[in-house]
């Protein structure tokens, strides 16, 4: 176990072992024979003492025991025989840990006990002492230790003093550590009087967790604290709406009957669900040749739900205005407008046009909101850029220390700290600055990432997706830059009607997307040439009309499964992927939406049957393509779309598809 070689067994050891085992197979027969038949008698409970000392964990015979409590007491009302009977079970859980202090179901047999509240609490932080002294890195020990403590109720302050004393006498405790962690969050969320304000706090816990790093700088433990305390100095304090769309002052046509989408999104989390909020307002149906003009405004003041998950509430109101110009015949200037021919992605299809792009109107929060939350926040503000840039200090030295020859772990965990720190600071001074020029760090930050990558090739995956999250917020964060990828798409052989701009983030070796929050806009993007393994957080881009994925690394159907919230997708291109040729599919288990709105897993498999054709084998692709309006779909080139009965699938789930790998469907 963790590196530690096998020794082989002596006879005597094979012997005891062996015995051990009828042992254990004879009583555990017997309390299953007990349970079974109710039988709560002093044998029976002996018999289940006896078993969970050889092997605490049984949860069968946890449970039975519990049982056995429950039955005693129905009949008890004298206190000091309630008692006894509960002594007798920490008893039995003392002796359990002693065989096995990791034991979960011992640990949670004694929370059980204590539940009842005829035990003395006092007694159990003499008994956590014991077991801490014994191991004071052991997690389950600190899990019950905060279980006691809010039982007891201790002042988290004293509780706090009590991590402190534990981790100056092992730096290398990881468990006290955390525990010091969930103390101090819920003191930050709780704010109680007496506290210092969060400043002081978290400057406290810096120096703190410097004096473990530079003593040791091998234990992982004050790294991994120093990335939460990190994460604590990041965290705003209130959630601010930094992008949505419309964008203000904009005036869009909707045709007749039609609907727009309207999206807000914020820094962090709100009301538990989402960073991304969206809604469709729909327009009425016009009579022929008429039209109507709506002025929309939107206004976010203390509005339910808008809270963070520390319980703050939207840091300052915020109202915006748009036109909208409803038309009964479909206007070339419409929301989602698609025509009846096939959209080309070749290069040609594509040209600079300055006259649409000077009216191009990304939805990035005004620079005069900018400058109000500037101003509201400037103390915090201020202090967050002197602790980055202080810890940025301190790393950049500690770094030209180093002889990464003899330290290569403590290089590579040295170089990703000021990585994020680097990436902590420029992404405050993006969302809190009217300039556009405040990415500083960029450059070191990209060179920390590709030398992580040779470096520590093991997980080179997790550095390139950094790596490409940092490229994107590059390229896309300002104007000036984002004009840059964006091409006009309007030939007399395309499939949109004219003044498309198409965002072509093509052949960039992107392992993954972001920066959602600048690209609210979008209708039409092209991605193919990267090496994409998921799409995550491309269901924000509620107007997204025409997709191309085609030569990334998608291995699996369940990798587009954002796709299922875009309503108003007609072209996709998941061409030349590795779709089908994987069988087992990891993507499944990636994050959460950042959209507050679900799609939905319910699919009827039946529904989509066709003669000959297994249905089952393809329920990733009913699941995610079920619903969608696509019109041009491309899946050549990937090892599913071998199979030619997988073609009369797709066009039984798109009922409305045109064309299917460059051919008209009829």
Not at 208 to 214: K, P
Not at 355 to 378: M, T
Not at 527 to 555: A, D, F
Not at 628 to 655: E, M, R, Y
Request: charged residues 20%.
């Amino acid at each position: 176990m963790h590196g530690r070689p096998r020794k082989q067994p002596s006879l005597k050891e094979d012997n005891a072992s062996i015995e051990k085992a009828a042992k254990l197979r004879s009583l555990q027969s017997l309390v299953l024979h007990n349970h079974q038949n109710k039988i709560y008698d002093k044998e029976a409970l002996e018999v289940s003492s006896k078993l969970l000392e050889l092997n605490p964990e049984l949860y069968t015979a946890w449970n039975y025991r519990k049982l056995a409590v429950e039955h005693a007491l129905l009949s008890e009302e004298n206190s000091d025989t309630i008692r006894a009977i509960l002594d007798e079970e920490l008893k039995v859980v003392e002796n359990a840990l002693r065989r096995n202090f990791k034991s979960y179901g011992a640990w949670e047999h004694r929370k059980w006990v204590l539940r009842k509240e005829y035990s003395s609490v006092d007694q159990e932080l003499r008994l956590l002492d014991q077991f801490q002294k014994a191991d004071s890195r052991n997690f389950h020990a600190w899990n019950y230790r905060r279980f006691v403590a809010k039982l007891k109720n201790l002042p988290a302050e004293e509780e706090l003093k009590y991590t402190t004393s534990m981790i100056e006498s092992n730096f290398s405790n990881y468990s006290a550590w955390h525990n010091r962690s969930v103390i101090l969050s819920h003191l930050l969320k709780e704010n109680p009087q007496g506290l210092d304000s969060k400043h002081n706090v978290l400057k406290e816990e810096y120096d703190l967790v410097h004096q473990a790093l530079f003593t040791d700088p091998d234990d992982q433990s004050g790294w991994f604290y120093h990335l939460w305390l990190l994460a604590q100095t990041a965290a705003p304090d209130a959630p601010s709406l930094i992008s949505f769309w419309p964008a203000h002052g904009s005036d869009l046509v909707v045709s007749s009957n039609g609907s727009l989408p309207l999206i807000l999104y914020f820094d962090q989390v709100v009301e538990g669900k989402a960073q991304a909020w969206m809604t469709y307002l729909k327009f009425p149906e016009l009579g022929n040749n008429s039209s109507e003009v709506y002025t929309i405004e939107v206004s976010l003041g203390q509005v339910n739900g808008i809270i963070s998950s520390s319980g703050s509430s939207l840091s300052l109101p915020l109202r915006f205005t748009f036109t909208t110009r409803v038309q009964s015949t479909p206007s070339e200037h419409s929301e989602g407008i698609v025509t009846m021919k096939m959209l080309s992605w070749k290069d040609e299809e594509f040209c600079r046009n300055e006259e649409v792009l000077q009216y191009f109107n990304p939805c990035i929060l005004p620079s005069d909101l900018q400058r109000i939350n500037k101003d509201c926040q400037q103390t915090t503000l201020k202090w967050k850029l002197e602790t980055f840039t202080h810890e940025i200090a301190l790393f950049r030295d500690l770094l030209l220390e180093m002889n990464w020859q003899l330290s290569c772990k403590l290089l590579k965990i040295g170089m990703l700290t000021l990585a994020r720190l680097l990436l902590a600071h420029d992404a405050l001074m993006l969302h809190n600055t009217t300039s556009v020029s405040q990415k500083a760090n960029c450059k070191e930050i990209l060179e920390l990432l590709q030398d992580l990558m040779k470096l520590d090739p093991t997980h080179s995956r997790f550095y390139k997706d950094m790596l490409s999250i940092v490229l994107m917020e590059q390229m896309v964060s300002n104007r000036n830059s984002l004009e840059g990828y964006c091409w006009y798409y309007g030939t007399s052989t395309s499939s949109l009607t004219q003044n498309i701009i198409c965002l072509r983030l093509n052949n960039l070796s992107l392992s993954r997307i972001g920066s959602f929050e600048h690209l609210l806009w979008v209708q039409m993007i092209d991605l193919r040439g990267n090496e994409l393994r998921s799409i995550e957080g491309l269901e924000v881009l509620q107007r997204l009309t025409c997709l191309n994925l085609s030569h990334n690394n998608l291995i699996s159907f369940t990798a587009l499964a954002p796709l299922r919230l875009l309503s108003s997708l007609k072209v996709l291109d998941i061409s030349h992927n590795e779709i089908g040729a994987h069988s087992i599919d990891t993507t499944r288990y990636l994050c959460s939406s950042l959209l507050s709105q679900s799609a939905g897993d319910g699919c009827n498999l039946d529904e989509y049957a066709i003669n000959n054709v297994d249905i089952a084998k393809y329920w990733e692709a009913v699941l995610v393509f079920k619903g969608l309006q696509l019109t041009q779909l491309d899946v050549v080139g990937n090892a599913v779309s071998d199979d030619d009965k997988f073609s009369l699938l797709l066009v039984k789930i798109l009922p409305k598809l045109k064309w299917l790998d460059g051919n008209a469907v009829y």
